[in-house]
């Protein structure tokens, strides 16, 4: 198995910008993946900025690992519609400059229906958003919500106008009542990015994230899987819930360079 490309989520560090690198550095991470929306804004750094930023990020031995950019409504919704799709523009725009090319966005509920009007006009706004990737270098990461991995491999599969790729998440697929290994497996050639959860799916309800290790998700299958695929993208600590989320995630780097190594 090649080196892993380990990057860590800046929201469960719950620090400033200038804390969470430093953080990041001293936890062995050689990436950081940041909310577009509310903690490294393009409308926040000048293009300097941004330079100064990648200058820094460098001498720290840092990347961007990705973007993510949260929305409130599903993507094909028509209320603000044409606001949403501006603003992912611009988050992808942002990506490209810095140097980390992926922009995930969770597209919401999928039409099932093929021939519906709703179906339709998501394709239609995923192949502008593509095309435009396309122009300016940056690729947009689909997040899966409560699909299955085949729904969202054929929604992806039907976008014609440039590449959109999956942000993996096993725990949504989990959650989904899926097999994550099975959902990789199926998703292998469209994965562009990776979020490293864990968690125990509740006999009552979806599924609970838990600490990396603890869960049900076998990430030493997964890693094995993803190096058989050939995938040599970004893994991203992510840990959204609990009352340690910082130490949580350091834990999960150790454990991820562990499973990596055969440990």
Known sequence: MLPLRIGIAAGCLDHPLKRSLAIAQEMGAQGIQFDARRELVPSELSQTGRRQFLHQLDEMGLAVASLSFPIRRSLGDLDRLDARVEAIKQAMEFAASLKCRVLSVRLGSIPSEEASEDRSRLLGVLNDLTRFGNHVGATLAATPSRESSETLAQLVTQVTQGPLGVNFDALAFLSAGSDPSEALQTLHQLIVHVQVRDAVQEADGPARE??????????????????????????????TEGSDKQNDAARAIEYLRRIGLGG
């Open 210 to 239: 838990v600490q990396l290790g603890r869960g049900e998700v076998e990430w030493d299958v997964l890693l094995a899987l993803l190096d058989e695929a050939g995938y040599r993208g970004w893994l991203t600590v992510d840990r």
